[in-house]
């Protein structure tokens, strides 16, 4: 977060917006939730995270549309350049280059149609980021200075490798599982197991996110649960910069880890890329391609250590796995 808040970028939205303060992240994020809030204290009616979604695609002036197969692309391309919108032409080319979605401010939008239009790739392997895609885009709108609008053509490559890119991801998770919205439903659900667990994420989707990810609603299950926990996703990896052949340092670790503020409060944690204890059920099933792909256990984290000999808190934790193709996704919350 700390290199974030000193990125140039994120520096520059800042003083775009005009906000000021030791900490434009924050600034940003605050100016975005202000808007969205005030959106939603004029709105008239019932209001879940769907029909939020449909508000702030409104005020923004945003339409979605998402391609699943490559004859619909060719379509869009086709609709949209006799439309008189020539860039169109060079969208085929943007996703065979790693672009996942593009805003467009539309140079002939029609009478009564929105003025900017997220084409969003949903083909093959990119269909499961289609939701989150949707709340990224709306993020880059909702983060521009009235000046930028003018000007909107945004590029979302597949790999987030810069600081803007971040921003907006921390921007979309809020938008896509607002809290205000999200909470009350994941402590009503969760009052059913106790904990967070695999079946809770299960219920969200079903009756309050059905467009979400599995993963994406996993994480927010988590990171907004006001219990102790974590989402572990494990697989095969090196250190960094381990260059062997194969790498000296390959062993199943967390290469992705996800936390509720309250489990670092009580030192519950597992660092980034940590090596998963062979005692662990993590690891166990893993490993046997005979065992069962959901399963759960009680351990004592402090069985985990580095490779230098340090432990991890040696708290008693629940954990519950499921196994997929090439890594495991494991909840650990405190026995």
Known sequence: MAQLRRAPEIITIAKNLGLQGDDP???????????????????KGPINLQRLHQVVADRLSIHHVVVSTDQELDDLITEYTRRGELIFRTLRDEFATGTQAITFKLTHPGLGARRHLAVIDGRRERAARVFFGKRHEDSHLLSLSPAQLSFVFRRTHATRANAEEALMDKIAGELA??????????????????????????????????EASYIATAIAAVEQNETPALLV??????????????PASWALRATSVKASAPAGRVGLMVPWNYRISPDSLIYRIFHD??????????????????????????????VEVKKNDDHVLAMITLE
Not at 233 to 246: E, F, I, N, Y
Not at 296 to 312: C, F, V, Y
């Open 233 to 246: 996703t494990a697989r095969g990896s090196a250190k960094r910069g381990d260059s062997g052949t194969p």
């Open 289 to 318: 391609r005979f065992a069962a792909r959901h399963d759960h256990a009680d351990e004592r984290l402090g069985t985990w250590a580095s490779s230098d000999g340090s432990r991890l808190a040696d708290l008693p934790v629940h």
């Open 177 to 210: 599982f607002y809290p205000p919205l999200f909470q009350p439903d994941l402590h009503q659900l969760q009052r059913r197991y106790g904990r967070p667990c695999f079946q809770l994420v299960d219920d969200l989707r079903d009756s309050v996110c059905p």
């Open 25 to 43: 992240v924050a600034a940003i994020m605050q100016h975005c939730r202000t808007r969205v809030e005030s959106w939603l204290r004029a709105f």
